[in-house]
């Protein structure tokens, strides 16, 4: 029986959060949608920032399985790396809370939130960081520190994506994928 009731407060605190953001969710919100008593949520949860961790963690845990599907040995390194970035960049756009928690993060300087986006990405960043780790032992790519490639790959990938936008059409995902190649396998040099 306990565990349907937190089941029902993390289901009911995920659509809080991402209706109302976390400055906005209150307990009494979260008990309103459980369905349950404020008493019960702080029987499993000693206050919001827990119960937000804990749905954070499982968002970096649903991320990491979404990345994990995108990958596919097969393929090389950089289809990969630009598979598993695409997949993760449409799950947080088609994710209510991860959608919600960006604006909310543009809009105040929480360092609640700011912990949170910074715990997903480092989660995509562990994962392409292994990908390069895995790539370089195959012979696909050049010694290079894993950790720092992974983080150009991944703030080339979103400056496509997002920053270009602001000031550009959108580029489809082909040419992000030309692009991305361009600058990291082939180079611009001559």
């Known amino acids: 029986?306990?565990?349907?009731?937190?089941?029902?407060?993390?289901?009911?605190?995920?659509?809080?959060f991402?209706?109302?953001?976390?400055?906005?969710?209150?307990?009494?919100?979260?008990?309103?949608?459980?369905?349950?008593?404020?008493?019960?949520?702080?029987?499993?949860?000693?206050?919001?920032?827990?119960?937000?961790?804990?749905?954070?963690h499982d968002l970096i845990v649903e991320v990491k399985n979404v990345a994990s599907k995108a990958l596919d040995h097969e393929k090389p390194f950089l289809t990969n790396v630009h598979n598993v970035l695409d997949m993760v960049l449409d799950f947080?756009?088609?994710?209510?809370?991860?959608?919600?928690l960006s604006h909310e993060v543009k809009d105040s300087s929480s360092p609640v939130i700011q912990e949170a986006l910074q715990r997903l990405e480092d989660a995509v960043l562990a994962l392409i960081s292994r990908e390069v780790q895995r790539a370089m032992k195959q012979g696909e790519l050049k010694r290079c520190d894993p950790e720092i490639t992974a983080f150009i790959m991944f703030k080339l990938y979103i400056a496509?994506?997002?920053?270009?936008e602001k000031t550009h059409p959108p580029l489809e995902?082909?040419?992000?994928?030309?692009?991305?190649?361009?600058?990291?396998?082939?180079?611009?040099?001559?």
């Open 18 to 56: 991402a209706l109302f953001g976390y400055k906005g969710t209150t307990m009494d919100h979260v008990a309103k949608i459980a369905s349950v008593g404020k008493g019960t949520i702080y029987y499993f949860y000693k206050n919001k920032e827990e119960l937000f961790n804990e749905i954070v």
């Open 92 to 100: 947080r756009e088609r994710h209510e809370l991860m959608v919600r």
């Open 1 to 16: 029986m306990p565990i349907n009731r937190r089941e029902k407060i993390m289901e009911a605190a995920a659509r809080s």
């Open 160 to 164: 496509l994506v997002y920053d270009w």
């Open 173 to 190: 995902k082909e040419e992000i994928a030309r692009v991305f190649s361009l600058y990291l396998a082939e180079g611009f040099a001559v």
